[in-house]
């Protein structure tokens, strides 16, 4: 069994496989609802990274190379048929390097990459740079995620009960740094960027800088919410739609 999915793939035709990648301090369990959102002749298959929820005990990761290389031992086996990327904020960087890592190898990209809440690997993140700083206060971290949705009040005003969900958002933006440290390859699949109208980290320009990342077709769609729309309806639907479309056409 893969170590990374959170769910164990289903045997034989199981409809489109949607690999989705979490976002910094997250979990799996940020696509809990998706499977029901994204409709029909579409598999959610969320990835884990270790160090959170039933992988908690593991070591985080912090190099990049590293978690591609990983993520091509344990999933390469269930990419060999079309299937689909979509990473949020840091998960889209995860996806995006995982997706590069596999066309320089010459091996078979997703069908299609689809990025949300998150600024072109290309593009300065002085956010993260300002973030990943060891002497920046537990209480000073979340004031700068900017976003009410990202830790629920209760347990803002209880450091003390988040101190392991901090270290892991803190493993997690050393990461995102190191995801975007190397020069980018534009990537042969096509590539949906999604923003939120109100997501007070990254704006619809520094989403839209993703059409770099690609040599077929890109797609900006601007969606309800901040930060955190993954957790909406909007885009899981908007994304089985597609997927849906791409492939009743091949």
Known sequence: ????????????????????????????MTFAGWQRRVGPGVSVLPV??????????????????????????????????????????????VAYRFAEHRVCAGLRPPERLAVGACSAPQLPAPLIETLVSPELPD???????????????????????LAGTLATLRADLLLA?????????????????YAGEIDPLVSVTEVHAWKHCTTSRFRLRTVRGTHFFVRGRDVPREVGESLRSAFDRT
Do not use: K
């Open 177 to 193: 740094q190191d995801l975007r440290s190397t020069p980018v390859t534009a990537l042969p699949c096509p590539l949906d960027g």
């Open 139 to 161: 209480e000073e971290l979340i004031l700068s995620l900017g976003d009410q949705q990202s830790i629920p009040a209760p347990l803002r005003n209880r450091i003390g009960w």
């Open 1 to 28: 069994m893969q170590r990374y999915l959170a769910v164990r793939p289903a045997s034989g035709r199981d409809g489109v496989r949607l690999f989705t990648f979490h976002h910094a301090g997250g979990g799996a």
């Open 48 to 93: 884990r990274l270790p160090g959170r929820e039933s992988r908690r005990r593991e070591e985080r990761i912090t190099d990049g190379a590293r978690l591609v290389e990983e993520l091509q031992s344990d999933l390469g086996s269930l990419l060999d048929e079309p299937h689909a990327f979509y990473g949020h904020s840091l998960g889209a960087l």
